[in-house]
């Protein structure tokens, strides 16, 4: 069984940073990422890191939003920074795992204008 745990997510003014971490249950040497969903809108990618630590990133948090992992903790981080209100979403980790996609149950980030 996976388990991911994302940490609370925040309210933060635009401009701003933000710091989500994501605890995986067992090793986390699998793609890890993070997914978004806004009010009304469909779930978004935002973020991957491989196992060989190489990472993509949706074009609209490029030059923004660093993933990392730290194996020796089991965890993957997102790093936000420069924050915008449209950044506002319910946020997702994900692992890959065995050709099955598994999700965390979410954080709430609100950016303010």
């Known amino acids: 069984q996976v388990h991911l745990v994302e940490s609370v997510g925040g309210l933060v003014k635009a401009g701003g940073s933000l710091r989500l971490s994501c605890a995986a249950s067992?090793?986390?040497?699998?793609?890890m990422g993070w997914y978004r969903q806004a009010p009304g809108k469909q779930r978004e990618f935002v973020a991957r890191?491989?196992?060989?630590?190489?990472?993509n990133y949706a074009e609209s948090v490029k030059g923004r939003f660093i993933i990392s992992r730290d194996n020796a903790k089991n965890t993957v981080y997102l790093q936000m920074n420069s924050l915008k209100p449209e950044d506002t979403a319910v946020y997702y980790c994900?692992?890959?795992?065995?050709?099955?996609?598994?999700w965390g149950h979410g954080t709430q980030v609100t950016v303010s204008s």
């Open positions: 994900t692992r890959d795992q065995n050709g099955l996609r598994y």
């Open positions: 067992g090793s986390i040497f699998n793609p």
């Open positions: 890191i491989t196992n060989g630590s190489n990472t």
